[in-house]
């Protein structure tokens, strides 16, 4: 059994910055890979963010780089999305999942969250 449950999410104005937090509650935290994908209304559910067991391996989405920054602490069982200048379409539901590679499909990642709602007005 797998439980993630993001927070920190909120209310923020365009150019604003945000943490999310992704708590994991599971035996073996270091052997998964994690990703943080978002879903705005009306739309697909995108890639936003992963990162490998170690930390040592990233991948991000052309849309976000360089403004988000995904990162682990193995210690706390836990993964973290910080978003920077961010902008009116960051607004959607940030989902945080793991799954078995750092890759970009949903269909990859085997558990996730019940997701945070990020809304950045103009």
């Known amino acids: 059994q797998v439980q993630l449950v993001e927070s920190g999410g909120g209310l923020v104005q365009a150019g604003g910055s945000l943490r999310l937090s992704c708590a994991a509650s599971?035996?073996?935290?270091?052997?998964?890979?994690w990703g943080w994908f978002r879903q705005a209304p009306g739309k697909e559910r995108e890639f936003v963010a992963a990162?490998?067991?170690?930390?040592?391996?990233?991948l991000y989405a052309d849309s976000v780089k360089g403004r988000f920054t995904i990162s682990r602490d193995n210690a706390k069982n836990t993964v973290y999305l910080q978003m920077n200048t961010l902008k009116p379409e960051d607004t959607a539901v940030y989902y945080c999942?793991?799954?078995?590679?750092?890759?970009?499909?949903?269909?990859?990642?085997?558990?996730w969250g019940q997701g945070t709602q990020v809304t950045v007005s103009s």
């Open positions: 990162i490998n067991w170690s930390g040592g391996r990233t």
């Open positions: 999942a793991a799954g078995s590679a750092v890759v970009v499909s949903t269909m990859s990642y085997t558990y």
């Open positions: 599971v035996r073996t935290f270091n052997s998964y890979a």
